[in-house]
Each structure stands twice: as C-alpha cells, then as structure tokens.
C-alpha cells in the first residue's frame, strides 16, 4: 500500500528543546516536502526537496531544517522550537512535480 | 488581493443535488490547477489535476476551467454525505520558481441526507 508515514502523530514539548518529526515514503517518489497548516493562513509549505541531498526553501522556512540523505525519508527538524511553531504539520510526496499527491496523517505540535 | 481565493462556505447542499466550489486565481499566465479533498481532523486527499481549458471528468466529479476567467471549478454530482469535507483549491502560478503550489484556504462543504 503506497504510503507516507510520519512521526510522531501528536507531541507536546517546551520552547527550545529540539525535536526530529520523521517521513518515510514507500512509493521511490523523487519529491518530498514539508506543510504546516494553521488556522485562516491554510497549508503552507516548509521546505521541499527533489532528490536526495537536493533540498530548498518553501514560505516559511525559518526555524526549520532538513535532509535527505536516503530517498524515502525526509525528517523534519526543530532545533529551538517556540511557540509559534506550534501547528498541524503534513509531510508530503509525488512521483514528479512540486505538486503533492500523497499527505502524511499529520502531527499536531504544541510547543508550550 | 490573495492569489488563490475561494469562498470559506460553508456551502450546504441536500444529498443526490449538485455541488458547485469555485476558485479564482490572480496570476493570468498559471498552467496547472488542483482540488484537494481534506476530511476535518485528516490529510489532504488530491482528487482532480487540470491544465487545459474546459471540462475534466472522473466519476461523479468534474472540474472545469476557464482561463480567460481566471477561474477553476469543482463540480461534485449527486452529492453524498461523505463528500462532506473542506475543499482546497492549489494553483502552479507561471511566475516564481521551482512550481511552488499556491494554496486556498478551502471551501467548507456539508451535505444534508
């Protein structure tokens, strides 16, 4: 079953402690990117990368990071979370194209 | 003036009629258009791609569009409950770079047995 798997689902933390939010895709997909997803600002796209290694900015890429090192996983990383980082977050792929095809469940971060 | 918009609903339809989202979109040169289904609490769901002008059909949806019009549409046929979901309109803009998708904030849509 094509799938993208992210992890965690749900995590509540406190400002400034780093946290990794994994994504794997089972699909050999060369596009992966990052989403949040907020209230009356709607998805939003965080970093996005066509290959691996090959990475870049989406809208909102500050106080993000990410790799790709192997082409089915692309982890999300917070370095010194904050507040305003709290969100819904979608990892998301497709065969070609900046376009998604295929969402994560999501994982809903509360940054305290 | 947001480049994608779409109107926040919500829209209410009886099930079996017709539902009708629509969408328009700033820049006059895009090429590529794109409805995403999103169930409250879930993912988004890619359920129709459009380029050309005109109608495309997949089962009980259609979407159209016209670009002279700047506008996309979504037509869902003898609507069902479970259509009822928040639909998002996503748009590939010929300006900027990389092919970014431009977002709407999504049409709300609630179908009455």
């Known amino acids: 079953e094509a799938q993208v798997t992210q992890n965690p689902r749900y995590l509540i933390t406190v400002t400034g402690k780093k946290l990794t939010v994994t994504c794997s895709q089972n699909m050999n997909h060369e596009y992966m990117s990052w989403y949040r997803q907020d209230p009356g600002l709607g998805l939003r796209q965080i970093y996005y990368?066509?290959?691996?290694?090959?990475?870049d900015k989406g809208d909102v890429p500050e106080g993000y990071k990410v790799s790709r090192k192997e082409k089915r996983n692309f982890p999300l990383i917070l370095e010194s979370p904050s507040p305003n980082q709290t969100s819904l977050y979608f990892c998301?792929?497709?065969?070609?194209?900046?376009?998604?095809?295929?969402f994560g469940d999501g994982t809903r971060l509360s940054i305290l | 003036q947001k480049e994608v918009e779409q109107n926040s609903g919500p829209l209410s339809v009886p099930e079996g009629a017709i539902a009708s989202l629509n969408c328009t979109y700033s820049d006059r040169g895009s090429q590529s258009f794109f409805w995403y289904r999103q169930y409250s609490g879930k993912s988004p769901e890619l359920i129709m791609s459009?380029?050309s002008n005109g109608d495309k059909e997949d089962g009980r949806f259609t979407a159209q569009l016209n670009k002279a019009s700047q506008y996309v549409s979504l037509l869902i046929r003898d609507s069902q409950p479970s259509d009822s979901a928040t639909y998002l309109c996503a748009v590939i803009p010929n300006a900027g770079n990389n092919r970014k998708l431009i977002w709407g904030l999504g049409t709300s849509l609630a179908v009455n047995p």
């Open positions: 990368s066509m290959n691996v290694e090959v990475t």
């Open positions: 459009i380029y």
């Open positions: 998301a792929s497709s065969y070609s194209g900046n376009q998604p095809q295929h």
